[in-house]
Structures are given as C-alpha cells and as structure tokens.
C-alpha cells in the first residue's frame, strides 16, 4: 500500500504511526519504505537490501519498521525493465505474509504503482502549503499515473482546505474529490474506528508483491527516523 509524501509531515507522520499501529494490531508485519529519509553505511536501508543477495527485511519482532529507503525507491524507479520488475524485485526483499507501506512523493508512486487498483493515502490538513502541495499530487497521480487516491481530510477548519482542494480538482482536472474525515490524529492516542476502518480500506485496495525468491537470507535492522520517535516501534 502506500501514502503519498508531500510535505505535509505534521500530520502525515502521526496518521502514518496510528495506521501502522492498527495494521500491528490486526496481527500483521508491517515495514514502511521512507523516502523522506537516506540510506547510510551506519543506517542502512532499502539500498543496501536491493544490493545483497544475504540481507532482507526481518519479521521476527511484533511490531513494525521503518526503513531508510530514498536511494533503495530511486532505484527501483530506475529499473529498466519496467514496473513489474521493480515491484517483484521489491518483493524478494520484503518479509513474507507482512504489509509494506510505500512512503513516498506522487512522482515515485505513479513510477512504481502506476495503472494498478492501488488507491494511495493522500492527506491534507490546515497547513498553508497544504492545498497546493495536495492538489499537485492529485494532479500528478490522475493524470501520470491514472491512480486514484482515497483523500484524507486532517484539517482543523473541517471544510476549508478539502472544499477548495475539491473544488481545484472538479474546475481544472474534472475530478470529483470524496474526502474522508478523520480528526487529526497524535502519536500518544491510540488508533479509534475511523483509522481503523481507513487501515482495512487500505488493505482492500493494496497490491500484492511476490517474494518467492527469498529464502535463507539474514534479516536486516533498521534504525528509526528521528522524525517518529521511539515509542512503539520495532524491528521484523
């Protein structure tokens, strides 16, 4: 599944955390793939997974992980074979029977998850740059990558932003916009119906990667963005 990064970090981060931690609690393996952070030889990631036959992601620990993995997804991106590769070749590093969350902006999804069913998160929230960041991914994921986004409205002002971003998506991309409404989560609350509801409807539309390839590999450990904190979290 994914969620699209647009600068909106504020609330996509603890909306991010909470449909991880409903995910966890449904009893699945969750990795979120972070664009917005680098690979290191101290912190490696996705890269460093892509470039060994000997390391995959781990899901021995009950929780979920974050990985580094700006570098790992330009690659992918890259792939000259085409999107069908990328996605397998994703799927033989990635930990059986888990979720994988792409966290990532609109240009990479639409390269990676493009013409599929796949419907990624897009939220928006009362920020000012909110409605133009938001509305250039819409633009970006219907018209390049024929993706339609379930919108999540975070906003304080419940109307302002999602009416305007409806309103700029029906006059310029002939897109009706059906925003979700859900109260702009924290990371101390614990995930409530709505996020959990919004989880296993991310859930209906995900993709499925294949990673019949990956076998009798050493798992690779992660360390968290600084971004989300500690609580909570896990290595698998």
Partial sequence: MAMVSHGDERVELPLLWQLCMALS??????????????ETDTNPGLEHMLNSSNWRASSDDPFWTVVPSAL???????????QQA?????????????????????????TLIGN??????????????SLMTSYLALKRLL???????????LAEDERAVAASLGECAKNFLGYDVKPIRIATPS????????????ALRMLENALFLSNLEASNVQPV????????????????
């Fill in 72 to 82: 790992g997804l330009q690659t992918l991106c890259a792939c000259a074979q085409g």
């Fill in 25 to 38: 609690e449904f009893g699945y393996a969750v990795t979120v793939l972070d664009a917005t952070a680098c």
């Fill in 116 to 129: 599929s069913h796949a419907s990624p998160l897009l939220a928006v929230s009362s920020m000012k740059t």
């Fill in 86 to 110: 990328s996605l397998e070749r994703l799927g033989q590093v990635m930990p059986r029977d888990g979720v994988v969350i792409l966290y990532c902006n609109a240009e990479w999804l639409t």
């Fill in 187 to 198: 990371f101390d609350n614990r995930p409530n119906a709505e996020v959990q509801s919004l």
């Fill in 143 to 153: 018209k390049k990558g024929d993706l339609e986004p379930t919108v999540v409205n």
């Fill in 221 to 236: 450990h992660s360390s968290l963005h600084p971004a989300w904190g500690s609580q909570g979290f896990g290595s698998h």
